[in-house]
């Protein structure tokens, strides 16, 4: 794994994060189809920037801390967006990122005893899917109206499951981190093998 800074798909996830306040700001402002174009475009240059990565032997440390902090970011901005516009209601954008600061607070809690961060699950990756489904079609029925009978029913559908399960699979980190951090140094051997058991 490289440790380059500026290949073609950093580049990419750098313009990724560059895009995330302008969604904001369009998303605040009203403008739902110019905020979806965006999320299309970050949507594309994400799946771009995977597949460059690995057919040009391109992936490095920071492209794999960059692409899932867009991703991240890319949620919060249509959280906040969206709940600033009263469209959701702040009690789920509150669930869904108190999820994340709890991931963080265990993140520093196992580097303390000296992990790193804990494999991804299957829950929260399936969670993860959810909302990034979630947040584009209740912004697809704000835009059209058209078709807002089948896109908020879905798009609710997917937020509700989707936060259900952000929390299911942040237990399963709680009591994983619960685990690793009880296991002694001497008979952890290798500590990343450890986490991955």
């Not at 990419?12 to 998303?27: C, E």
């Not at 299309?40 to 990565?53: E, K, M, P, Q, T």
């Not at 869904?96 to 993140?107: E, F």
């Amino acid at each position: 794994m490289s440790s380059r800074v500026f290949t073609v798909p950093n580049i990419l996830s750098f313009l990724r994060l560059a895009l995330v306040p302008v969604f904001l700001v369009l998303l605040i402002a009203g403008e739902d189809v110019a905020a979806l174009l965006v999320l299309v475009f970050s949507s594309v240059s994400d799946f771009l920037d995977g597949v460059i990565a690995r057919k040009f032997n391109q992936i490095t440390r920071l492209g794999q801390l960059l692409d899932p902090a867009a991703d991240r970011l890319f949620i919060f901005a249509a959280l906040i967006g969206l709940s600033v516009r009263e469209i959701l209601p702040w009690w789920l954008t509150a669930v869904i990122i108190g999820r994340d600061v709890l991931l963080a607070v265990l993140g520093i809690v196992l580097a303390n005893h000296g992990f790193g961060p804990l494999p991804v699950h299957h829950l929260g990756k399936v969670a993860t899917f959810c909302l990034y489904y979630a947040l584009p079609l209740i912004m697809l029925g704000q835009a059209f109206d058209a078709i807002a009978w089948w896109a908020n029913p879905l798009g609710w559908a997917f937020a509700l499951w989707g936060a259900f399960l952000y929390w299911w699979a942040g237990v399963v980190y709680v009591r994983e981190t619960a685990r690793v951090i009880r296991i002694p140094w001497g008979a952890a051997g290798s500590q990343s093998d450890t986490i991955e058991t």
